[in-house]
């Protein structure tokens, strides 16, 4: 896959977030979500950290610890997207495809190129798109040119140790019922479809 073309579906999947966010009102704000460890707000407050700290490692200065910082909001659904709108901007600067991502979350000195830290923030915004999803009771549509990629990436993010850690990403590989695409990347990732 080329690097545009995964940019491309790395928009959708942020939009996709974006569209399934402006959906939660204040009254959802303290619900439980797939996150165990989060409520719905406290969700949202990393997901828009997670935006703010790649688009700003897309732009040459992730390693600056503060662009990572999960802060409260008195306006979360917007805050969101206008972080969203940031990341995207960022992904679409032209230097982005030969640029290398710091993501000091990885390790003080961890640097990927594009391509991967693309991938990373694609995976964890379907995944946290579809968190947001069942946290509000609403279905989650994969976006059907993102079943294949996402699942290739999701089947990518190494087992092991990392992944029992407290507030690892995600958790240990579940058994998989059927051939779903989103089941899979779900399971893979230590998320239940039935949540």
Same mark, same amino acid.
């Given at each position: ?76 659904? =917007?805050?969101? =997207? ?64 993102? =079943? ?48």
């Amino acid at each position: 896959m080329l690097i545009n073309d995964l940019l491309a579906l790395h928009r959708t999947a942020v939009l996709t977030s974006v569209e399934i966010v402006s959906r939660v009102s204040a009254d959802d704000l303290g619900k439980p979500t797939p996150c165990s460890e989060w409520t719905l707000a406290g969700l949202l407050a990393h997901m828009t950290a997670q935006h703010h700290g790649f688009a700003a490692a897309a732009r040459g200065k992730g390693e600056d610890l503060a662009v990572w910082e999960i802060s409260a909001s008195s306006r979360p659904v =917007a805050d969101y =997207a206008e972080a969203a709108q940031d990341v995207l901007a960022a992904f679409a600067e032209p230097e982005v495809p030969q640029r290398e991502f710091a993501l000091p979350e990885f390790g003080p000195a961890a640097r990927f190129p594009a391509m991967q830290a693309v991938s990373f923030h694609l995976i964890d915004y379907v995944v946290h798109g579809w968190d947001v999803a069942r946290s509000l009771g609403l279905d989650y549509r994969l976006a059907p040119e993102l =079943a294949e990629p996402a699942l290739q990436i999701a089947l990518a993010v190494p087992e092991g140790e990392s992944r029992l850690k407290p507030g690892a990403p995600f958790g240990p590989a579940l058994a998989a019922d059927d051939d779903d695409p989103l089941n899979r990347i779900l399971t893979t990732l230590g998320r239940s479809p039935k949540w």
